[in-house]
C-alpha cells in the first residue's frame, strides 16, 4: 500500500515550519514598471483582436508559429518578465503540439464539453506534461495522460453540481470507486458511462496485474476526492482533519499523475510528488475563497478570519519552496531553469489572485504584495471577467475540429477571453 498518511504528516510538519512573513520575492516593481507592462499587455490585446477576421483566423490556426506564438512570446517577455530560458521551455514544440493534440482528441471524446470544460482538463495535461519532462519521458498525450485528465471534467462537474443530491454524489463516487478496483459495475448515467471508458483507457495502457502501485494511486485520489465531499456536508470538523483531506486530495491527484506517466516510481519520487500536489491544491484553495465561502465549503482557506488570509498566502508560498525542492530527486528537475519556472508560475498566480480577491485582505498587506505584481491590481481586475474557477495565467483555445460551427479563437488571461471571433466552417 501507499503510504500516504506517511506523506500527509511529513507536508504537514513543512507546512507548520513555513514562516507566515512576507517572503523574499526577486522583483519589485515601481509604479511606472507596472504603467509600462500594462501598455505592453494592451498592445497584445489589440494584436489578438486584429485576428478576429475569417481571414486571419484560418491563417492564425493553420500557422500558428508566424501568427501567434512570437506574439506570444513578446506578451510574456514584456508582461510577466519570463527569461528566455522559461520561455524555451514554455514556447517548446512538445508542449505546443500536445496542447493542440488534446484539445482536438477531447472535442472527439466528448463533443458535448464546453471549451472552458476542456481547459479545465488542460490544466492537468500541462501538469502531466511537466511530470514527464521531469521523468525523462517523451512529453506526448498517451492514452492515460489523455484518460486521466478528462476525468476532472466530468467528475468535477458532477460533484461540484449543486442541482444533484449529496447522496447522489455519494453513491455516483462509491460506483466509481468499484470502477477503479475492477468491479463489474454498470454506469447509470452518461457521466459514469464517459468516466468507466477512461478507466479502460488506462488499463489498457498498464494492465493491473503489472503496476499495482498505478492503481492504488488511483484508488487514493478517489479516497481523497470522497473525504473532500466532508467538507461540503459535515460540521464540527477540527482544523487538523481539514488540513489532512486538503493535503490528501491534492497530494494524492498528482501523485496519481505521475504513475500514469512513468509506469513506476520510488517512495522518493511519490513523496515528492505529493508534495507538489499539496501545494497546487493550496493555490487552488486561495484562488476559490470566494466561491468556497459562498458555498460553504470548508478548506484551511475560507475558515480564517480576514487578518489571517496575507499570513497564510505568505506561508503557503514558503512551504512550495521547500516542497518543490523535494522534486530534484528527479533526473529532469536537476535543472534550475525547470523548478524556477515551476516556482514562479505558481507564486504569479498566487499574487494575481489576491489582487482579484482583494475584498478578503488587509490594505497594507494588499499594498505591500502589489509591489511585487508585474501589473497593477486594479488593471488585473478590471481585465478579468470572473469565472467559476480562478486559474491559470495564460491558454491558446486551439479551435476548429472538422465539421464544427461556431468555434472560438482566443487567448485567456486568467479566465478572460482576450480576443474573441465566431466562425463558420
Known amino acids: 500500500m501507499l503510504p500516504v498518511q506517511d506523506y500527509i504528516q511529513h507536508f504537514i510538519q513543512i507546512w507548520e515550519q513555513s514562516p507566515d512573513a512576507l517572503p523574499n520575492f526577486p522583483k519589485v516593481y515601481t509604479k511606472s514598471e507596472q504603467f509600462s507592462r500594462e501598455k505592453n499587455y494592451e498592445h497584445f490585446q489589440k494584436k489578438i483582436k486584429g485576428l478576429q477576421s475569417s481571414k486571419k483566423v484560418k491563417k492564425f490556426r493553420n500557422d500558428p508559429a508566424q501568427s501567434f506564438f512570437p506574439m506570444f512570446k513578446a506578451f510574456l517577455e514584456t508582461v510577466f518578465d519570463f527569461e528566455k530560458d522559461h520561455l524555451t521551455l514554455i514556447l517548446s514544440d512538445e508542449f505546443k503540439d500536445v496542447s493542440k493534440d488534446f484539445f482536438y482528441k477531447a472535442r472527439k471524446f466528448g463533443p458535448e464539453l464546453k471549451p472552458e470544460n476542456i481547459y479545465q482538463g488542460m490544466r492537468n495535461v500541462w501538469i502531466m506534461n511537466g511530470v514527464q519532462l521531469m521523468a525523462g519521458v517523451p512529453v506526448k498525450i498517451t492514452p492515460s495522460v489523455f484518460a486521466y485528465s478528462m476525468i476532472y471534467p466530468y467528475s468535477d462537474n458532477f460533484l461540484d453540481d449543486p442541482n444533484i443530491t449529496n447522496e447522489e454524489k455519494k453513491k455516483f463516487s462509491e460506483r466509481f470507486n468499484q470502477r477503479l478496483h475492477a468491479v463489474d459495475v454498470s454506469p447509470e448515467n452518461f457521466t459514469e458511462e464517459q468516466l468507466f471508458k477512461l478507466v479502460e483507457m488506462f488499463e ?175 488593471f488585473v481586475r478590471d481585465k478579468r471577467t470572473q469565472s467559476k474557477s480562478q486559474r491559470f495565467s495564460l491558454f491558446q483555445k486551439y479551435f476548429d475540429t472538422a465539421g464544427v460551427r461556431d468555434s472560438k479563437v482566443g487567448v485567456e488571461y486568467a479566465g478572460e477571453e482576450v480576443g474573441k471571433n465566431k466562425v463558420n466552417s
Open 204 to 378: 489498457q495502457e498498464f494492465p493491473r496485474p503489472d503496476f499495482p502501485e498505478l492503481y492504488e494511486s488511483l484508488y487514493a485520489i478517489q479516497k481523497g476526492q470522497t473525504d473532500s465531499l466532508k467538507m461540503i456536508t459535515s460540521t464540527g470538523l477540527s482544523d487538523y482533519e481539514i488540513q489532512c483531506i486538503c493535503f490528501e486530495k491534492g497530494g494524492a491527484s498528482v501523485l496519481a499523475d505521475g504513475y500514469l506517466v512513468a509506469g513506476k516510481l520510488t517512495r522518493q519520487q511519490e513523496q515528492a510528488l505529493f508534495g507538489y500536489g499539496v501545494y497546487l491544491q493550496l493555490l487552488d484553495d486561495i484562488q476559490d475563497v470566494k466561491e468556497d465561502s459562498l458555498a460553504f465549503t470548508k478548506t484551511m482557506f475560507s475558515c480564517l478570519p480576514e487578518t489571517d488570509l496575507g499570513g497564510f498566502v505568505n506561508k503557503t508560498i514558503h512551504f512550495g519552496r521547500v516542497a518543490l525542492e523535494e522534486m530534484r530527486c528527479f533526473s529532469g528537475a536537476q535543472n534550475d531553469d525547470f523548478l524556477d519556472l515551476m516556482n514562479r508560475s505558481i507564486e504569479t498566480m498566487i499574487i494575481e489572485s489576491v489582487g482579484l480577491n482583494h475584498t478578503w485582505y488587509e490594505k497594507e498587506y494588499l499594498n505591500e504584495l502589489e509591489k511585487h505584481s508585474p501589473l497593477h491590481f486594479q
